[in-house]
C-alpha cells in the first residue's frame, strides 16, 4: 500500500507561482495530478513517469509543470501565473502499472493510490 500526502496549497493572489509536493511512501510507475474545483468533475492537469516521460493535458501545458525528484520520492507540480479559474483542490494520484500509455495517464481509473489533496484558493 502506498501512501501520497500532498502539501503546498494555500491562499495566493492572482500572478503569483505555486509549488505543490507529493511525498509517496512507496514505489510506483507514474504518479499524476488532478485538480477538483467545486461543482465540478476531477479533471487531469500532468503525469509523470519513472524514468521522467512527462505528459500534459493539452489545456495545461504551459502554465503547469511536473517534476520528481526519486531520492526524496516526492512529485512536484509548479504552476506558474495563477489565476483565480484555479481555485481547486489538487490532488496527487499513482499507479502501479507498468506501459502505461498517454491516454490511460489521463483517467482517473488508472491510479490506484490517491492523496488527500490540498486547496488552492486564488485571489483576484
Known amino acids: 500500500q502506498v501512501q501520497l500526502t500532498e502539501s503546498g496549497g494555500g491562499l495566493v493572489q492572482a500572478g503569483d507561482s505555486l509549488r505543490l509536493s507529493c511525498a509517496t511512501s512507496?514505489?510506483?510507475?507514474?504518479m499524476g495530478w488532478f485538480r477538483q474545483a467545486s461543482g465540478k468533475e476531477r479533471e487531469f492537469i500532468a503525469a509523470i513517469r519513472n524514468d521522467g516521460r512527462t505528459y500534459y493535458a493539452d489545456a495545461m501545458e504551459g502554465r503547469f509543470a511536473i517534476s520528481r525528484d526519486n531520492a526524496k520520492n516526492t512529485v512536484y507540480l509548479h504552476i506558474y501565473s495563477l489565476k483565480p479559474e484555479d481555485t481547486a483542490v489538487y490532488y496527487c494520484?499513482?499507479?502501479?502499472?507498468?506501459?502505461?500509455?498517454?491516454?490511460?495517464?489521463?483517467?482517473?481509473?488508472?491510479?490506484?493510490?490517491w492523496g488527500q489533496g490540498t486547496q488552492v484558493t486564488v485571489s483576484s
Open positions: 512507496g514505489r510506483t510507475s507514474a
Open positions: 494520484a499513482g499507479t502501479e502499472r507498468e506501459f502505461v500509455v498517454n491516454s490511460m495517464l489521463v483517467r482517473r481509473s488508472t491510479y490506484r493510490y
